[in-house]
C-alpha cells in the first residue's frame, strides 16, 4: 500500500497532472458544444433564467462534454499523460535498482501499475470537478445563482464509465512504452490507437459498440471493467520483466 501511495502521489503532484487537468477540462469544455458558445452572452443578459431559454441543466452539460466526440479524442493521451512513462523511465536511469532493492521486486510493480491506472482515472473525475466548477463560477459571477444541477440522468454512470476509460488508456501507454522502450509512445501510442480502432469500428463494424472506443462512455460498465483488469495484468507482465532485465 505504501508503494502505491507513494506513487500516486507523484502522479498527481507533478507538473504534468496538472497540464493534463487543465487540457482535459478544456476539451470537455469545447465538447459541450453548442450549449456553451453563448453561455456567458446568456448569463450576461440573464436570458437563462427566462422560461426554457436556454434549456439546459449542469448535468446535461457535463454529459455532454463526457461524451463529446473532441474530449474522447484527447483521453487517451491526456490520461498517459501524468504517469504512463514514469517505470520506463525508472528502468532507462538505473533509479528502477534502489528503488526495488527499498520496496521489493513485487511492491514495484503494484506501485507502478496502480499509480498508472488510478491516476488516469482520477484525472478524468477531476476533469469532470473543474469543469463543475467553473460552470458553477460563471453563473455566480454573471447571474448570482448556482447552476441547476437537474434530474441527474446517466450523469454518475456516464462518469465511472469515462474514469475506467482513462486508466485503460493510462495502462495501455505503460504497456507499449514499456514493450517498445519509448517514452513517447506512452503518450502517441494510446492516441493511435484508440483512432485507429475507432475508424475500424465505423468502417467495418459499425454494429460492435464496444469495438469503437468512442462509444465505451455509452457502453457497458462490465466491459470496461474487465479491460481495465486485463491492462493491468499486462502492466504487471511488463513491469515483471523489465524488473527482471535491469535488476
Not at 502517441?188 to 454494429?207: K, N, S
Amino acid at each position: 500500500m505504501k508503494c502505491i501511495y507513494y506513487d500516486l502521489r507523484r502522479a498527481i503532484a507533478g507538473r504534468w497532472f496538472f497540464a493534463a487537468l487543465i487540457a482535459t477540462t478544456v476539451a470537455l469544455y469545447l465538447s459541450v458544444g453548442q450549449a456553451t458558445y453563448g453561455l456567458i452572452g446568456y448569463l450576461e443578459s440573464y436570458e437563462l433564467f427566462e422560461e426554457n431559454s436556454f434549456g439546459y441543466s449542469m448535468t446535461d452539460m457535463l454529459t455532454m462534454g463526457m461524451k463529446g466526440d473532441f474530449g474522447l479524442l484527447t483521453l487517451p493521451a491526456l490520461s498517459a499523460l501524468p504517469f504512463a512513462a514514469q517505470a520506463l523511465h525508472e528502468i532507462k536511469s538505473g533509479a528502477i535498482r534502489p528503488a526495488v532493492f527499498r520496496t521489493g521486486r513485487n511492491s514495484w510493480i503494484i506501485g507502478k501499475a496502480a499509480g498508472c491506472v488510478i491516476s488516469g482515472m482520477l484525472l478524468q473525475g477531476a476533469a469532470i470537478g473543474l469543469l463543475f466548477l467553473i460552470l458553477n463560477g460563471l453563473m455566480r459571477g454573471y447571474a448570482g445563482q448556482w447552476f441547476p444541477w437537474g434530474d441527474g440522468g446517466d450523469f454518475w454512470p456516464m462518469l465511472l464509465r469515462r474514469m475506467l476509460c482513462g486508466g485503460i488508456w493510462a495502462g495501455v501507454g505503460c504497456v507499449i512504452a514499456l514493450a517498445t522502450e519509448t517514452a513517447s509512445a506512452a503518450y502517441l501510442a494510446p492516441l493511435c490507437l484508440c483512432y485507429a480502432l475507432m475508424m475500424i469500428g465505423t468502417r467495418f463494424f459499425p454494429d460492435a459498440m464496444m469495438l469503437n472506443p468512442m462509444q465505451w462512455v455509452s457502453g457497458a460498465t462490465w466491459f470496461l471493467t474487465i479491460v481495465l483488469a486485463f491492462t493491468l495484468a499486462l502492466q504487471a507482465l511488463f513491469l515483471k520483466r523489465g524488473a527482471q532485465k535491469y535488476v
